[in-house]
């Protein structure tokens, strides 16, 4: 998702040698949950990565550690899509799938684009393995395939033929078949598969056979596609322009945990990570335990309550202090979000977003917990909200919760989703020095030389009040959830006093608006009269969409916020100034609700809780439907 | 680390007027502690109080050191954050058996099982003062309260069998109307690295009155206290009548001395590490209204804290070591980067 925007058609040009060049492709690789997809797809994300491409990715594994083998539920599949141009989705629809077992097949085929290409591992079509995917007769024979391309290849049994030099089992043998599929594909594509090489040889240096098994099927299963007549044509998919720099490529949760060390440093600040183990939050928890040589604690606490407390607890003492979950989680932690609220103090709390409500779908994307963010707690308890648009700008996003937390002393929810958190896409690394500087400023002193410090007394421009932590001489004071007199910080019940904090606290959370910048249009044509406006991962489809609608002539604008309390401060201008204004959400209308109550403007929603990515497709027809009703 | 400080009672006592009812159990637990809290040695800047929500929890606005009054049943957890980042600081918890035992129940035997440098002062009035009257986890069978007209039908915790139960190395009872005890018991608490968990019998005048009666009547005390004393068999009663021996059944039970011979009394010893024996101590008070309880030290023993532990990882781990920042562009860029030129 870098680079120049890209506006044109997908091209496809043969050439005479067989090798065919492509602007995308979208591949899906589909397989039992124990089939090794994830780290499959992973592996060749990182081959096309270090090619060139452009990436965006899209995980999907079920729930269960282990769904019963070959049944439906326990399909998992790795979709990626690759570009030699700018590309903001992981795509609708997968040119190409690889299908490990008769379920994977059954399951995704309906996604595929007709006419697209079938890998099939035939191995696995056995009757029992059919009628457990739900299979009257065996698809690869019954004609109902014919409108695509069908490899039907007995991957399995030639990956144990390449492997039978090594010690293992029939067993393990075949457990090399996904690396056999991906030699397959990475030849199909011209992808060298050295990286792979050496991340087998790291990862598996510890069993020698193992290693040498997969780095055997790998092997076979690119020379294969090399010799065999089956595939008539290779693929090439050039390298996508991109700014120039150093890249790697990351997931979400990575760049925020990422994004979380990052804000210790430039802080100065210990950071410390209150958190309970969930879906698909917990990879930030585990990313954050490995990096204790920067002074990150993590703390696995016995429930999400005692991990926000924890968290309060270390900003109370002057680390910086976070709480990783997702909205279970948040609705656990309401009561001390309100505590912080209250205590004015720095805190960040990460909801990784999946489908709801109650236990939902733990590893499906949503984006249904914004209104939770907003008003989940008791009382008038305003809480900034940030969120990341897409998987690498997480780290951006955790860096931007932790400078308004320690700015405005103050809680702040970071709104991450499922797909941010496991898809991936290039990341332009950084320089460290030029990342932004915190702040803590620390209270060293009372404000009137000795008179009695005032804990609740404000800084002038952001209504902070001081960071005072414990160990400092001449600055004890107790703090609380009762209502604070204004200055003292004394219990009050006076209902002047209580009147004003309210408004106070409200105040100051609205004046974080003033160091964040106009709300960015994306109106090329600077014509258009609807404006798509959205919020988190749904920046990929909207900004796809968009450029589509675009391509086929019709302007239209897109706005996409990073804060969602406050909004800019110029936000109510920008949304005046179009005759429509659309909301795209994988909810019911959460973002178009505030919009709507806070700026009486008529705005539309379009509305989708699949546990999916919106739809690109969806998306082009509803923009040209308003479109033309402005007319 | 002590220094002199030549800091008094007045010291710690802040501006706020104390709020409890007349006659109300906390007015001598907090001067027992502002008394006792100069005698620590420590600066008042690095003293912390966290308490959750009830009575006892206003405790922390009354001494002049810093303090959070935080939510219901919250302050262990809010505390073991503190305690693991600021290895400086001597940090308390003051807690009711409300909040300790029914909605902090979990963060309690965690903070306990973890072993997290701080003190637990657990003032156990049997009953929910704050909210005017309801029975607590620590009311006895058939107590009558608000919300419960026709008596309670719940088993209590015993706060001292359940501290001993989550395996926490330091658990003590103390009264608050013994100041010398309750001065004794805190010192040893506060000098214990790791948790300390301390129950204090606290009357509630107005919802519970006189539920500690039988350990504070003249007439009633000398039979009703079992004091545990280091090293010391255990005895008690008019004239050390009454005794304590191993039940052959398995725990102990009192028998009149004359019964057994003084040489069979159980000697007293709070750094056994298995804790059965001070368990089965723990069991002598008897889950009814109160007639007689064992009241000292249960537990003193050595583990590993966890906010010690987990410094050291840090440590280990190189948190001290200069050039952070090149390290943080290292972790940035990873193993697998392209260059576009
Ligand atoms: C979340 C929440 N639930 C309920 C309450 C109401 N509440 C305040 S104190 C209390 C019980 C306190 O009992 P205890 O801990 O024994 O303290 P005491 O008042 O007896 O000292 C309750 C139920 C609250 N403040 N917060
Ligand atoms: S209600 Fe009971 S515990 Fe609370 S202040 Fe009054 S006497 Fe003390
Ligand atoms: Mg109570």
Same mark, same amino acid.
């Given at each position: 998702?870098?680079?120049?925007?890209?506006?044109?058609?997908?091209?496809?040009?043969?050439?005479?040698?067989?090798?065919?060049?492509?602007?995308?492709?979208?591949?899906?690789?589909?397989?039992?949950?124990?089939?090794?997809?994830?780290?499959?797809?992973?592996?060749?994300?990182?081959?096309?990565?270090?090619?060139?491409?452009?990436?965006?990715?899209?995980?999907?594994?079920?729930?269960?550690?282990?769904?019963?083998?070959?049944?439906?539920?326990?399909?998992?599949?790795?979709?990626?899509?690759?570009?030699?141009?700018?590309?903001?989705?992981?795509?609708?629809?997968?040119?190409?799938?690889?299908?490990?077992?008769?379920?994977?097949?059954?399951?995704?085929?309906?996604?595929?684009?007709?006419?697209?290409?079938?890998?099939?591992?035939?191995?696995?079509?056995?009757?029992?393995?059919?009628?457990?995917?739900?299979? $009257? %007769?065996?698809?690869?024979?019954?004609?109902?395939?014919?409108?695509?391309?069908?490899? +039907?290849?007995?991957?399995?049994?030639?990956?144990?033929?390449?492997?039978?030099?090594?010690?293992?089992?029939?067993?393990? $043998?075949?457990?090399?078949?996904?690396?056999?599929?991906?030699?397959?594909?990475?030849?199909?594509?011209?992808?060298?598969?050295?990286?792979?090489?050496?991340?087998?040889?790291?990862?598996?240096?510890?069993?020698?056979?193992?290693?040498?098994?997969?780095?055997?099927?790998?092997?076979?299963? !690119?020379?294969?596609?090399?010799?065999?007549?089956?595939?008539?044509?290779?693929?090439?998919?050039?390298? $996508?322009?991109?700014?120039?720099?150093? !890249?790697?490529?990351?997931?979400?949760?990575? $760049?925020?945990?990422?994004?979380?060390?990052?804000?210790?440093?430039?802080?100065?600040?210990?950071?410390?990570?209150?958190?309970?183990?969930?879906?698909?939050?917990?990879?930030?928890?585990?990313?954050?335990?490995?990096?204790?040589?920067?002074?990150?604690?993590?703390?696995?606490?016995?429930?999400?309550?005692?991990?926000?407390?924890?968290?309060?607890?270390?900003?109370?003492?002057?680390?910086?202090?976070?709480?990783?979950? %997702?909205?279970?989680?948040?609705?656990?932690?309401?009561?001390?979000?309100?505590?912080?609220?209250?205590?004015?103090?720095?805190?960040?709390?990460?909801?990784?977003?999946?489908?709801?409500?109650?236990?939902?779908?733990?590893?499906?994307?949503?984006?249904?917990?914004?209104?939770?963010?907003?008003?989940?707690?008791?009382?008038?308890?305003?809480?900034?909200?940030?969120?990341?648009? %897409?998987?690498?700008?997480?780290?951006?996003?955790?860096?931007?919760?932790?400078?308004?937390?320690?700015?405005?002393?103050?809680?702040?929810?970071?709104?991450?989703?499922?797909?941010?958190?496991?898809?991936?896409?290039?990341?332009?690394?950084?320089?460290?020095?030029?990342?932004?500087?915190?702040?803590?400023?620390?209270?060293? +002193?009372?404000?009137?030389?000795?008179?009695?410090?005032?804990?609740?007394?404000?800084?002038?421009?952001?209504?902070?009040?001081?960071?005072?932590?414990?160990?400092?001489?001449?600055?004890?004071?107790?703090?609380?959830?009762?209502?604070? +007199?204004?200055?003292?910080?004394?219990?009050?019940?006076?209902?002047?006093?209580?009147?004003?904090?309210?408004?106070?606290?409200?105040?100051?959370?609205?004046?974080?608006?003033?160091?964040?910048?106009?709300?960015?249009?994306?109106?090329?044509?600077?014509? +258009?009269?609807?404006?798509?406006?959205?919020?988190?991962?749904?920046?990929?489809?909207?900004?796809?969409?968009?450029?589509?609608?675009?391509? %086929?002539?019709?302007?239209?604008?897109?706005?996409?916020?990073?804060?969602?309390?406050?909004?800019?401060?110029?936000?109510?201008?920008?949304?005046?100034?179009?005759?429509?204004?659309?909301?795209?959400?994988?909810?019911?209308?959460?973002?178009?609700?505030?919009?709507?109550?806070?700026?009486?403007?008529?705005?539309?929603?379009?509305?989708?809780?699949?546990?999916?990515?919106?739809?690109?497709?969806?998306?082009?027809?509803?923009?040209?439907?308003?479109?033309?009703?402005?007319? | 680390?002590?220094?002199?400080? *030549?800091?008094?009672?007045?010291?710690?006592?802040?501006?706020?007027?104390?709020?409890?009812?007349?006659?109300?159990?906390?007015?001598?637990?907090?001067?027992?502690?502002?008394?006792?809290?100069?005698?620590?040695?420590?600066?008042?800047?690095?003293?912390?109080?966290?308490?959750?929500?009830?009575?006892?929890?206003?405790?922390?606005?009354?001494?002049?050191?810093?303090?959070?009054?935080?939510?219901?049943?919250?302050?262990?957890?809010?505390?073991?954050?503190?305690?693991?980042?600021?290895?400086?600081?001597?940090?308390? =918890?003051?807690?009711?058996?409300?909040?300790?035992?029914?909605?902090?129940?979990?963060?309690?035997?965690?903070?306990?099982?973890?072993?997290?440098?701080?003190?637990?002062?657990?003032?156990?009035?049997?009953?929910?003062?704050?909210?005017?009257?309801?029975?607590?986890?620590?009311?006895?069978?058939?107590?009558?309260?608000?919300?419960?007209?026709?008596?309670?039908?719940?088993?209590?915790?015993?706060?001292?069998?359940?501290?001993?139960?989550?395996?926490?190395?330091?658990?003590?009872?103390?009264?608050?109307? &013994? #100041?010398?005890?309750?001065?004794?018991?805190?010192?040893?608490?506060?000098?214990?690295?790791?948790? /300390?968990?301390?129950?204090?019998?606290?009357?509630?005048?107005?919802?519970?009155? @006189?539920?500690?009666?039988?350990?504070?009547?003249?007439?009633?005390?000398?039979?009703?206290?079992?004091?545990?004393?280091?090293?010391?068999?255990? #005895?008690?009663?008019?004239? @050390?009548?009454?005794?304590?021996?191993?039940?052959?059944?398995? @725990? =102990?039970?009192?028998?009149?001395?004359?019964?057994?011979?003084?040489? /069979?009394?159980?000697?007293?010893? =709070?750094?056994?590490?298995?804790?059965?024996?001070?368990?089965?101590?723990?069991?002598?008070?008897?889950?009814?209204?109160?007639?007689?309880?064992?009241?000292?030290?249960?537990?003193?023993?050595?583990?590993?804290?966890?906010?010690?532990?987990?410094?050291?990882?840090? *440590?280990?781990?190189?948190?001290?070591?200069? &050039?952070?920042?090149?390290?943080?562009?290292?972790?940035?860029?990873?193993?697998?980067?392209?260059?576009?030129?």
């Amino acid at each position: 998702m870098v680079g120049a925007p890209y506006s044109g058609e997908v091209t496809t040009t043969e050439s005479s040698s067989g090798v065919e060049e492509l602007a995308s492709v979208v591949i899906r690789f589909a397989g039992d949950s124990g089939d090794g997809m994830q780290l499959t797809g992973d592996r060749f994300t990182q081959e096309s990565a270090v090619f060139g491409n452009d990436i965006a990715t899209l995980p999907n594994f079920p729930a269960e550690i282990r769904a019963p083998q070959g049944t439906l539920p326990g399909v998992s599949s790795f979709q990626l899509h690759l570009a030699d141009h700018d590309i903001l989705t992981p795509g609708d629809t997968p040119d190409v799938l690889v299908a490990m077992n008769p379920a994977a097949l059954k399951v995704n085929l309906g996604d595929l684009r007709r006419g697209g290409t079938i890998i099939v591992d035939t191995h696995d079509f056995t009757d029992r393995n059919l009628s457990k995917a739900g299979y $009257a %007769s065996n698809p690869l024979e019954d004609g109902s395939l014919d409108d695509y391309v069908v490899h +039907a290849i007995d991957l399995t049994g030639m990956t144990v033929a390449s492997v039978e030099e090594f010690d293992l089992g029939r067993k393990d $043998a075949a457990r090399s078949k996904n690396m056999f599929a991906l030699g397959l594909v990475s030849w199909m594509y011209g992808r060298e598969t050295d990286t792979t090489a050496a991340f087998i040889s790291a990862r598996f240096a510890a069993a020698p056979d193992v290693r040498d098994a997969n780095i055997a099927a790998l092997t076979a299963g !690119y020379n294969f596609g090399e010799t065999t007549e089956a595939f008539g044509v290779r693929y090439e998919i050039g390298p $996508a322009p991109m700014r120039t720099g150093t !890249y790697r490529s990351i997931t979400g949760n990575l $760049a925020l945990a990422y994004g979380i060390v990052a804000s210790g440093v430039t802080s100065g600040l210990p950071v410390f990570l209150g958190s309970y183990p969930i879906t698909p939050a917990s990879d930030i928890l585990h990313e954050l335990s490995k990096h204790k040589r920067f002074g990150v604690t993590t703390f696995q606490a016995e429930d999400e309550i005692a991990g926000i407390g924890a968290a309060l607890g270390a900003s109370f003492g002057g680390a910086l202090g976070f709480t990783t979950t %997702s909205g279970p989680g948040v609705s656990l932690k309401s009561e001390t979000i309100g505590l912080a609220v209250m205590l004015e103090l720095p805190l960040v709390v990460v909801c990784v977003q999946r489908g709801g409500p109650s236990t939902g779908l733990p590893t499906k994307t949503e984006q249904a917990d914004l209104l939770q963010a907003m008003f989940g707690r008791n009382g008038e308890a305003p809480v900034p909200i940030v969120a990341p648009q %897409s998987p690498a700008d997480c780290f951006d996003a955790a860096l931007e919760a932790a400078r308004i937390a320690v700015t405005y002393r103050t809680p702040v929810i970071l709104l991450s989703d499922g797909y941010l958190a496991n898809g991936s896409e290039p990341w332009l690394v950084p320089d460290v020095e030029a990342l932004p500087a915190i702040e803590p400023r620390f209270a060293t +002193a009372p404000q009137n030389g000795d008179g009695p410090f005032q804990p609740y007394a404000r800084d002038a421009a952001t209504l902070a009040r001081p960071w005072a932590v414990p160990g400092v001489a001449g600055l004890e004071h107790r703090i609380g959830g009762l209502e604070k +007199a204004d200055g003292s910080g004394d219990i009050s019940y006076d209902p002047d006093n209580h009147d004003l904090m309210v408004r106070l606290r409200q105040e100051k959370v609205d004046r974080v608006a003033q160091d964040v910048g106009p709300t960015f249009v994306d109106d090329p044509d600077g014509d +258009a009269r609807v404006l798509v406006i959205g919020w988190g991962s749904s920046f990929g489809p909207i900004g796809a969409a968009c450029r589509a609608v675009r391509a %086929s002539g019709i302007s239209v604008a897109q706005a996409h916020l990073r804060h969602l309390n406050p909004f800019p401060a110029d936000l109510g201008d920008v949304l005046q100034r179009y005759d429509r204004v659309l909301v795209p959400e994988m909810n019911l209308g959460q973002l178009r609700m505030l919009l709507r109550a806070k700026y009486l403007v008529d705005a539309v929603g379009h509305n989708r809780m699949r546990g999916l990515p919106l739809h690109v497709d969806e998306l082009v027809e509803v923009i040209t439907t308003l479109e033309k009703e402005t007319r | 680390m002590t220094i002199e400080l *030549e800091l008094t009672a007045k010291d710690f006592s802040s501006d706020q007027e104390v709020r409890w009812c007349p006659g109300c159990g906390d007015y001598a637990i907090l001067k027992a502690v502002q008394g006792f809290l100069p005698d620590l040695g420590l600066r008042r800047e690095n003293i912390v109080f966290i308490s959750g929500i009830g009575c006892a929890a206003r405790f922390p606005y009354y001494l002049d050191t810093y303090g959070m009054h935080s939510i219901h049943g919250r302050a262990p957890a809010i505390a073991t954050g503190l305690a693991t980042t600021r290895s400086d600081l001597s940090v308390w =918890v003051v807690t009711g058996d409300g909040d300790a035992l029914s909605i902090g129940g979990n963060h309690l035997i965690h903070a306990m099982r973890r072993n997290v440098n701080m003190t637990i002062l657990l003032f156990n009035n049997r009953i929910y003062g704050l909210t005017k009257g309801q029975y607590s986890p620590t009311s006895e069978p058939g107590k009558v309260t608000k919300s419960t007209p026709m008596g309670s039908v719940d088993h209590p915790f015993n706060p001292v069998t359940l501290a001993l139960g989550a395996e926490a190395t330091f658990v003590a009872r103390t009264v608050d109307s &013994d #100041r010398k005890h309750l001065t004794s018991v805190l010192s040893a608490a506060a000098a214990h690295r790791g948790t /300390a968990l301390v129950e204090i019998l606290q009357n509630c005048p107005i919802f519970n009155d @006189g539920a500690f009666d039988a350990v504070k009547k003249p007439d009633t005390k000398d039979d009703a206290i079992i004091p545990l004393v280091e090293g010391e068999p255990i #005895r008690f009663g008019t004239d @050390g009548r009454r005794g304590v021996v191993r039940d052959p059944e398995g @725990g =102990v039970r009192v028998v009149d001395v004359d019964d057994v011979g003084e040489d /069979a009394l159980l000697v007293h010893r =709070v750094g056994l590490a298995d804790p059965s024996t001070a368990f089965a101590l723990s069991q002598l008070s008897g889950a009814g209204v109160l007639q007689q309880t064992p009241i000292g030290i249960f537990r003193q023993v050595d583990r590993p804290t966890y906010d010690d532990l987990a410094r050291e990882q840090l *440590e280990t781990a190189g948190a001290d070591t200069p &050039d952070t920042k090149a390290a943080l562009g290292a972790l940035l860029a990873g193993h697998d980067t392209w260059t576009v030129a």
